[in-house]
């Protein structure tokens, strides 16, 4: 059965600092993966998704990074964090057909102080 | 282009049916889905409905499409303490391959 994998699952990291945060799944191959924010009290914002190795798109300008190292690695990082930057981070993954939607990671509660 | 609106808060009764409300733009979308998110937890699938279909029932969930005025609808019976969660519409739509696209949430609360 595929399994997806999000850590740390809480961060509090100083303004300036650097951030990394990887999604793995188990079980499939060549999945479409996304990571999304969800700030204090609000709605889900798509920040990246990717299609396969090195295929990374980027949906809105802002201080976040993703990468795509492996097939079923992605990663979210950041060289200065803001303060901006707290938010609540989820990793999802499709099989590319949409009929089952997305399955979400655990999320990643990132605190910048 | 392309958004999905749904209200923010929704409180209501225990035992009482909620009913939470959505509405999609993009009408060539395919699937329409229905997300729970518990307190601190990432989102899980509830339901989805395909876009050639007018109702879907599973157990206690009953989700409710109008293509015509673009409007999804998920309705829970007997709404218990464990309901309490953020409930995400989202669609797929056509011209986005590979995106679902979420609304802002519904908070719902039960009232004892």
């Known amino acids: 059965s595929q399994t997806i994998h999000q850590w740390p699952a809480t961060l509090v990291q100083p303004v300036g600092s650097p951030l990394s945060l990887e999604c793995t799944v188990e079980?499939?191959?060549?999945?479409?993966l996304y990571w999304y924010r969800q700030a204090a009290g609000r709605g889900l914002q798509l920040l990246f998704y990717?299609?396969?190795?090195?295929?990374i798109s980027s949906e809105v300008p802002q201080n976040l990074s993703a990468s795509r190292p492996q097939d079923r690695q992605f990663i979210l990082s950041s060289k200065k964090l803001l303060l901006s930057d707290s938010g609540f981070y989820l990793c999802?993954?499709?099989?590319?057909?949409?009929?089952?939607?997305?399955?979400f990671g655990s999320g990643t509660r990132l605190t910048v102080v | 282009g392309e958004d999905v609106e749904q209200s923010l808060f929704l409180s209501v009764r225990e035992g009482d049916s909620s009913v939470i409300n959505c509405t999609y733009t993009?009408?060539?979308?395919?699937?329409l889905y229905w997300y729970k998110q518990e307190p601190g937890a990432g989102l899980q699938l509830l339901t989805y409905?395909?876009?050639?279909?007018d109702m879907k029932q599973d157990q206690r969930l009953t989700v409710l499409l109008n293509k015509k005025d673009k409007h999804l609808s998920l309705r829970i019976a007997d709404t218990q303490t464990g309901d309490s969660a953020i409930y995400f519409c989202?669609?797929?739509?056509?011209?986005?391959?590979?995106?679902?696209?979420f609304g802002s949430g519904t908070r719902l609360s039960i009232r004892p």
């Open positions: 999802a993954w499709s099989q590319g057909a949409e009929i089952y939607g997305y399955t």
């Open positions: 079980g499939t191959s060549n999945p479409n």
């Open positions: 990717s299609v396969g190795i090195g295929q």
């Open positions: 993009d009408s060539s979308s395919t699937y």
């Open positions: 409905i395909f876009s050639n279909m």
């Open positions: 989202a669609e797929s739509p056509y011209s986005s391959a590979s995106k679902i696209i």
